[in-house]
Each structure stands twice: as structure tokens, then as C-alpha cells.
């Protein structure tokens, strides 16, 4: 890591770090919002509810998969057509934070200014994102699907009949993964010079590396 120019002052860092992070959530959202934004990527794919773990444990036990992965894939569709509600709340969190020690931020990691902002808008972007949910699982046919998945799981006592909240569920995990691929495209900011379109950012995390 090589030491900041002097003309690198306070308000330098400040502006690359607001800019960086509006980029990261353009970049971010974008990249979770597009068709199998969530469902092919691993890391932040919406696994079943942890509720219903053992239905398709036995699902996938008695050659019911296909049954199983649909009611995956619905759940992750309803997240990538909710993402893109997330990029206003966003935006206006990055433009509220308070970033008066740029260079600690700088300094913090890779995903220092991720974890600030998560901080500051991770409320805000549930609330944003729990309409648009609501709305996409009544049209992807998730509670259709939900339905055919357990339809035979209290046999046995399998499944106890305790309500799972999917649009609760849904929500959480959809802002988890964009906040993940938030911190993922900051990442590639800090350590990419590719990834710096502007003269600031190129002079700022371009010193800071």
C-alpha cells in the first residue's frame, strides 16, 4: 500500500468513497436483479425455509426433485424481479452517510463502506423491497408451489403444521444478497483498476492499493 498524495485530502477521499459506493449499488442491484441473478449464484441463492429443510430432504429422497427445485427457483425468480425496488433506498442511504474519517473508511477493508451503508439502509431497504415481494410471489406462483411442496409432508409428522412467513423470508434474504453483491462489486473497485471508470476513483483507491 503506497501513502496518499497530499492533494488527496479529506474531502477527496470522501467524494471516491460516496462514488465508489453509488457504483457498487448500480453494479450490485443490477447484477442480482437480472434473470438468475440469485438463483445461479450459490452464495446468495434462497435456500428453502430452514422450517422446511426436512420436506425436501424427503422430496429429493423419494425422486421428487423437480417438484422441490421449482419451489427454489420461485422463491429466487420473486428476489431478482424485487431487486431493483432496493436501488432508491440505497442511493439515498449512500448519500446520507457520514463519512467524516474518509481515510479510516479507506482503511476499514475491502467492504468497509458495504458494512456502513448496510448499517444506515439495511431497514429502509426491506421496507422497499416487502411490496414489490408480495407482488412478484403472487404472480411467480409461489404460494401454488409452496402448496404442492408440502402437500404430502404431515405424514409421518414430517412437517408441523407452523406457519412459515415466505414473504418475511423472502424479503430478508433478498436484501442479504444484494447487500452481499454490494460488497462484492466495492471489492473489485479496491482492487481492480478496471473496475474505476473516473479520474477520482483511479487517483484515490489507485494510491490506496
Known sequence: MTALPALATDSLVTAALREALQLAVERGVA?????????????IRIPVPEQL????TKLRQT???????????SLNHVAEEAAPAARPPLLA???????????RVLA????????????????????ALYP????????V?????????V???SLGGLFQQTPVDLEAYVVGRTAEGIFHAIGQEERRIRIDPAARPTARLREVFGAHR
Open 151 to 153: 402437500r404430502d409432508s
Open 63 to 73: 425422486g421428487k426433485d423437480r417438484r422441490a427445485d421449482k419451489f427454489v427457483a
Open 53 to 56: 429443510a426436512r420436506v425436501e
Open 93 to 103: 442511504g449512500v448519500g446520507e452517510l457520514q463519512l467524516d474519517d474518509g481515510h
Open 141 to 149: 406462483g409461489v404460494a401454488r408451489r409452496y402448496k404442492r411442496f
Open 31 to 43: 447484477a442480482v436483479g437480472r434473470p438468475d441473478g440469485f438463483l445461479n449464484d450459490p452464495v
Open 108 to 127: 476499514g477493508g475491502d467492504t468497509a463502506g458495504t458494512d456502513l451503508l448496510r448499517r444506515v439502509a439495511f431497514g429502509r431497504t426491506t421496507t
Open 132 to 139: 414489490v415481494v408480495v407482488d412478484a410471489m403472487s404472480r
